[in-house]
């Protein structure tokens, strides 16, 4: 059962230069978020997606884009990076939102940029 | 906005000891969630508290949300070294948990 994945796990990448992040969840969970993790600033939300063919901005949007062409995965783009973006980044989904709804992890990215 | 605080922000303390960690905030949440980090891994969901005044154990865990759903503690019993972590709080919004900063516990032997 594997739950949350996101790909990749590490990376390194130069001032400018533009990535994806991959996300992928086998729960048949109707939203998905993707946060970023910085030290002392607790999970931000990035975007999110509460299902397949719609997105919404979250808090800090600004410098990415995401898509969800299909349920299981969203994807997070980084157009042309910057050294501000250097962070972790994890990936989550849930059955839906409201008051019950448990979110569900990745092992998240860790990103810097250089 | 809705915002959630936690605090303290760090807690190191010895094996054996007490400890409470706080989460608060000036909105009314209809649910809040407590999840545990480890190094290098997502967060994991701890419990989920609804009612006001709610109580909930989990082994050596306690946690309460307040009477008027703005607040919420986590308090545990006897650390252990295991209880090493980040514990973090969340309030649950339409779409959306809204996160506080966390708290790094460190439980030392």
């Known amino acids: 059962n594997a739950g949350v994945t996101q790909t990749p796990k590490f990376r390194v990448l130069k001032t400018g230069q533009s990535m994806t992040l991959l996300c992928a969840q086998d729960?048949?969970?109707?939203?998905m978020y993707w946060y970023r993790q910085d030290p002392g600033m607790g999970l931000r939300l990035i975007h999110y997606?509460?299902?397949?063919?719609?997105?919404a901005k979250g808090e800090v949007p600004d410098g990415y884009n995401v898509s969800r062409l299909k349920k299981q995965n969203f994807l997070l783009g980084l157009e042309s990076a910057a050294p501000s973006q250097t962070s972790v980044y994890f990936c989550?989904?849930?059955?839906?939102?409201?008051?019950?709804?448990?979110?569900?992890f990745g092992q998240g990215t860790r990103l810097t940029v250089v | 906005t809705q915002l959630l605080e936690q605090s303290p922000q760090f807690l190191s303390i010895q094996e054996g000891e007490n400890l409470t960690v706080y989460c608060n905030s000036s909105?009314?949440?209809?649910?809040l969630q407590w999840y545990r980090q480890e190094p290098g891994e997502g967060p994991v969901l701890l419990v989920t508290?609804?009612?006001g005044g709610e109580v909930k154990k989990l082994k050596r865990l306690t946690f309460q949300f307040g009477d008027a759903r703005k607040d919420s503690s986590l308090h545990i019993t006897a650390a252990q070294p295991g209880d090493t972590g980040l514990y973090l709080c969340a309030g649950a919004g339409n779409y959306q948990l809204i996160w506080g900063a966390g708290t790094k516990l460190i439980i030392k032997p």
């Open positions: 997606s509460v299902g397949e063919g719609t997105t």
């Open positions: 729960m048949n969970h109707e939203y």
């Open positions: 989550a989904s849930s059955y839906r939102g409201g008051r019950n709804t448990e979110a569900f």
């Open positions: 508290v609804v009612t």
């Open positions: 909105s009314v949440f209809s649910s």
